[in-house]
């Protein structure tokens, strides 16, 4: 687990401003989603704090330490993408151990941390397997998988369960909750669905034209007049 302070964070693409100064506080072991319309700035203020999108203005901390000049591997975050940006060539095994192998992990290790994700992720039977190999869920399972054994201090899924049909997308959701409250990360997760921001979570930031118009649980966000 690990807090997030972000700090009147802005963000330009050339002379736009898209990212207004935002400002979050995140506890240890919170779950925030961040909800608003297609293109308020949910992604580029998640990829921000994951060091794939440069700062413009302002600050982040992660457990207490600035990142801003951080690269995304030294900042003790792990990502889980919408299009679930795996391997093609790899195996599900190879897939989950890659972080691993760059982090100089023993074999040992590697396959103990693998071994683990893949029984939680409900993954073991198909650990030979090739993504193209995997149904939806079960890739989204792997992408999952990959940021578990990295056991980062905090968490980032953007849009993860877009892609999936609606059945999968409610058991995924429970999944993901599971996941976060047992291995006790800090999460951020960008999505534009409601039901998942209201199930999934502890506080709620909602973004509207690179502002967070609002900041708090899902019953005073949801539950007013
Ligand atoms: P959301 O995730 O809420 O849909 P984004 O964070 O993707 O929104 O985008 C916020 C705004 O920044 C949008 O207006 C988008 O067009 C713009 N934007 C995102 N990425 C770039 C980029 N690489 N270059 C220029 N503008 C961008
Ligand atoms: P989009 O918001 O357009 O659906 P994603 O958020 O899924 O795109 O991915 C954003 C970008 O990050 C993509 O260009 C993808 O190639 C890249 N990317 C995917 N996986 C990783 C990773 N593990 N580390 C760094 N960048 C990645």
């Given at each position: 687990?690990?807090?997030?302070?972000?700090?009147?964070i802005?963000?330009?693409?050339?002379?736009?401003?898209?990212?207004?100064?935002?400002?979050?506080?995140?506890?240890?072991?919170e779950?925030?989603?961040?909800?608003?319309?297609?293109?308020?700035g949910?992604?580029?203020?998640?990829?921000?704090?994951?060091?794939?999108?440069?700062?413009?203005?302002?600050?982040?901390?992660?457990?207490?330490?600035?990142?801003?000049?951080?690269?995304?591997?030294?900042?003790?975050?792990?990502?889980?993408?919408?299009?679930?940006?795996?391997?093609?060539?790899?195996?599900?095994f190879?897939?989950?151990?890659?972080?691993?192998?760059?982090?100089?992990?023993?074999?040992?290790?590697?396959?103990?941390?693998?071994?683990?994700?893949?029984?939680?992720?409900?993954?073991?039977?198909?650990?030979?397997?090739?993504?193209?190999?995997?149904?939806?869920?079960?890739?989204q399972?792997?992408?999952?998988?990959?940021?578990?054994?990295?056991?980062p201090?905090?968490?980032?899924?953007?849009?993860?369960?877009?892609?999936?049909?609606?059945?999968?997308?409610?058991q995924?959701?429970?999944?993901?909750?599971?996941?976060?409250?047992s291995?006790?990360?800090?999460?951020?997760?960008?999505?534009?669905?409601?039901?998942?921001?209201?199930?999934?979570?502890?506080?709620?930031?909602?973004?509207?034209?690179?502002?967070?118009?609002?900041?708090?649980?899902?019953?005073?966000?949801?539950?007013?007049?």
């Open positions: 687990m690990a807090t997030i302070s972000i700090k009147n802005t963000k330009s693409y050339g002379k736009t401003e898209v990212i207004h100064g935002v400002s979050l506080d995140v506890a240890d072991g779950f925030i989603v961040i909800v608003g319309p297609s293109g308020c949910k992604s580029t203020l998640l990829r921000m704090v994951a060091g794939l999108e440069r700062i413009t203005g302002g600050t982040i901390e992660i457990g207490g330490r600035v990142v801003n000049d951080l690269e995304p591997r030294e900042r003790d975050i792990a990502m889980v993408f919408q299009n679930y940006a795996l391997y093609p060539h790899m195996s599900v190879d897939n989950m151990a890659y972080g691993l192998k760059i982090a100089n992990k023993s074999k040992d290790e590697i396959r103990e941390r693998v071994g683990k994700a893949a029984r939680m992720l409900q993954l073991e039977p198909y650990l030979e397997r090739k993504p193209r190999a995997l149904s939806g869920g079960q890739r399972r792997v992408a999952m998988g990959r940021a578990l054994v990295r056991d201090a905090v968490f980032l899924f953007d849009e993860p369960l877009s892609n999936l049909d609606a059945k999968l997308r409610v995924m959701r429970l999944e993901i909750k599971e996941m976060q409250r291995v006790e990360t800090t999460a951020l997760y960008v999505t534009h669905d409601q039901v998942e921001a209201m199930t999934l979570a502890d506080r709620l930031v909602v973004m509207n034209g690179g502002v967070a118009e609002q900041i708090d649980t899902p019953m005073a966000v949801y539950d007013r007049p």
